[in-house]
């Protein structure tokens, strides 16, 4: 299994093996070569502080195992929402 912690702000869509990771105006496309999933998670961004979130859950199978995953930046959305992710 390999695990991606994500901020609280981002909004996650499984498709497949495709995920849409969306942060404000921001847009990132997971492509995996393996089955995806979401499950509870904490974010600390300081001692003592603790947010839900969700973590991606990417199911390689048992070890030994290989496999992939890959981020691409959707054109156009590169600005950041600062006040999404401070929140």
């Not at 996650?12 to 093996?17: N, V, Y």
């Amino acid at each position: 299994r390999a695990r991606l912690l994500l901020h609280p702000a981002w909004q996650i869509e499984i498709q497949g093996l495709h995920a849409m990771l969306r942060c404000g105006r921001q847009q990132v496309r997971l492509t995996a070569s393996a089955p995806l999933a979401l499950e509870p998670a904490w974010w600390c961004p300081d001692m003592g502080v603790r947010r839900a979130t969700r973590r991606l859950v990417i199911e390689y199978g048992r070890a030994p195992c290989r496999g992939e995953f890959a981020f691409e930046w959707l054109p156009g959305r590169w600005s950041v929402d600062r006040a999404a992710l401070e929140r």
